[in-house]
């Protein structure tokens, strides 16, 4: 079955630590998305990358970084620079510009 | 600027028919989207609607798209509990979707 896979479904972070989430495509998509969702508001874009090893930053990129060097997977580093981790965490991917985008099942982040 | 408007929250009745409203931007968005949420969940797909069209239907669902005032609803007819979720309403930017912030949808027996 095509889909989108992210890992782990539940994260917890420690003050100071960085911690990467995964996400992983098996549509041979060339475009992938990470966006962030708090409670009660749409999703806003982290970090996008529409061919391998490029990427570029979204609306809310610092605190964060990523990777692309396969097409596919794009995971997702949340830094110690990230003072406001807690969130629900999306990865997409899309074919081409200006079409459909498919969502992962998420991966909800939470600080000890 | 780029804003994506949604009424946030809607309850109907069981076998009613619901309407979610949004507003959008940009009229050169090539495409407008519904997805739906379910708690704890992914966004799931319903439809999309290609800018040059006016309608489009799809078994329960239809879209209606008014570009002149870049208004676009999603109409779900006979309403179920497994339709309770947040639809969110996203148009196709550059290099990317906006979305707005969502309409949380409550289906009451």
Redesign the interface.
Known sequence: DGGITQSPKYLFRKEGQNVTLSCEQNLNHDAMYWYRQDPGQGLRLIYYSQIVNDFQKGDIAEGYSVSREKKESFPLTVTSAQKNPTAFYLCASQDRPQETQYFGPGTRLLVL | GED?EQS?FLSVREGDSSVINCTYTDSSS??L?W?KQEP??????LT?IFSNMDMKQDQRLTVLLNKKDKHLSLRIADTQTGDSAIY?CAE?GY???I????TRLAVHP
Do not use: I, M, P, R
Not at chain 2, 99 to 102: C, T
């Open positions: 994506v946030l090539t495409y989207y997805y704890g969940a992914g966004l799931q797909l999309y969110f196709s290099n990317k979707l979305f707005g912030a969502g």
